[in-house]
């Protein structure tokens, strides 16, 4: 696996003011047997490191399951303007983060390797690049900014094609992650990662689907992602810098509708088979 190069005197600098657990944090699955002799720290697209905080959480990181697919407009402004900030902002020590790229798909005949994407072959072709990535980057801080890159990249509605790779090899060029790798897997592994996805698929009603604590949180326009995430770490006993002094979600006055976050419902299209 190809890992980021990361200056000795940057990785001197870091690990004085980090603790080894929050260092070991950062090292990518397989990094040791790659010979990899010092954590991977994945840039942004801005370019810079992200760091953790120096502050150790008193509790367990807030469990956050987040069901997505990669052709789904209210999916990509999810991931693009509150998922990726959010994470960024709080770190593994507040959030155990799991993404799950497939949605409404649905397996058909798992004999003959049939599913049904909602937006078509496109959708399931981007599904399985995204589980790829995740699958060989299995830490947030690695595929977080692939996944948003892509929301730049891809159309989002209904494509009953392919996607040409092109969009998928320049964000992972971006963000350091090796793109024969999940070139590759996308070819050989393509029908395991659409099996293994819906498997780890509990039901739902539409997509994104947002998980706390094994609470299904129902997000508006109005409500602020992370305040959710520290109210669920401070019920645990924890605290982090970024939940200080945040206000409480407020539910709208009486009589007001909610401004619902947009989503995509499963009988939103027709779904499309993909072999």
Request: glycine share 6%.
């Amino acid at each position: 696996m190809m890992m980021p190069v990361v200056s000795k005197s940057f990785m001197s600098a870091l690990a004085a003011c980090l603790t080894l657990q929050q260092l070991l944090l950062f090292v990518p699955a397989g990094a040791a047997d790659a010979g990899v002799s010092m954590p991977s720290l994945l840039r942004g697209g801005d370019g810079v490191a992200v760091v953790p905080s120096t502050t150790t959480a008193a509790a367990d990181p807030v469990d956050v399951l987040v069901l997505v697919e990669s052709l789904c407009p209210g999916c990509e402004q999810f991931i693009r303007t509150i998922l990726t900030d959010a994470y960024f902002q709080l770190g593994p020590l507040v959030i155990n983060l799991t993404v799950i790229p497939f949605g409404n798909a649905k397996v058909v005949d798992p004999d003959t390797h049939e599913v049904k994407c909602q937006h078509g072959l496109g959708e399931c072709d981007g599904n399985v690049y995204e589980l790829c990535a995740i699958h060989l980057y299995p830490q947030p801080e690695q595929y977080l900014p692939f996944l948003e890159c892509l929301t730049h990249k891809l159309n989002p509605g209904y494509d009953n094609s392919t996607i040409h790779p092109c969009a998928f090899k320049g964000c992972a060029t971006e963000h350091h992650l090796s793109w024969p790798a999940i070139e590759a897997c996308h070819k050989n592994d393509y029908w395991p990662m659409l099996q293994d996805a819906a498997e780890k698929t509990p039901a739902h009603d539409y997509v994104p689907w947002i998980v706390v604590e094994e609470e299904h949180v129902e997000m508006t326009e109005d409500m602020d992602f992370v305040t959710v995430i520290c109210e669920a770490f401070q019920k645990k006993g924890g605290s982090y810098p970024a939940c200080t002094g945040r206000k409480e979600n407020q539910k709208p006055p009486l009589g007001e509708p909610l401004r619902r976050y947009p989503v995509c419902r499963a009988n939103d299209v027709p779904l499309v088979d993909a072999e």
